[in-house]
């Protein structure tokens, strides 16, 4: 007789449970504040005892740090045939990532000292924004341009969204995103 263990089954219970409290944290923070978020409000969303949270992430923001580096793992942007079209895009695109319904929470947690002892979240979250504006740039190169460093865009363009949405500065909107970027381009240096 053959006394080989069972197969795991691909995508079982372990993965439901994860994809419903993934949804119900997600859910939750675009209807609450972040200090509102709770593990039993949580596993109350997903359906599920508050203690497999608690044993799987044990804190919230852990779970908030997890959701927030998968959010990040989307398809890049596609290149418009102009850098200035395509910084612009990505500059609302990383706009409204961060203000989406709980989005600052899911930056706060991810960068956290409390969550990420090693940083390891900080190099993550920026090599996530370098992963989009390395698209943008690659483009361009391969239209023959001369586009900005990374560093310069990060500096120009990334770095004030961020402190605006961070700090809840008024008037950060698209608008903002694109004078952004039209400052890059009118200021040589």
């Given at each position: ?82 850098l200035r079209t395509d910084l612009e895009a990505y500059a609302i695109r990383t706009l409204a990532d961060l203000t989406r319904p ?88």
């Open positions: 007789m053959n006394a080989e263990p069972p197969a795991k089954r691909p995508g079982g219970r372990s993965a439901r449970v994860k994809a419903a409290v993934h949804q119900a944290l997600t859910d939750l923070a675009g209807e609450r504040d972040a200090t509102q978020l709770t593990i039993p409000a949580v596993a109350e969303r997903a359906g599920v005892n508050p203690t497999t949270v608690y044993r799987r992430w044990g804190t919230v923001q852990a779970l908030l740090a997890e959701v927030a580096a998968l959010h990040g793992t989307d398809v890049p942007p596609s290149s418009s045939g102009d709980g989005g600052i929470a899911f930056f706060r947690a991810e960068v956290s000292p409390d969550v990420d002892e090693r940083r390891s979240g900080l190099r993550e979250c920026l090599q996530r924004a370098t992963a989009g504006l390395d698209v943008v740039l690659e483009a361009s190169r391969g239209r023959g341009e001369r586009p900005p460093p990374p560093e310069r865009l990060l500096d120009r363009i990334v770095a004030p969204l961020y402190f605006r949405v961070v700090f809840s500065v008024p008037d950060t909107g698209e608008a903002y995103a694109r004078t952004l970027v039209a400052d890059l381009f009118s200021d040589p240096s």
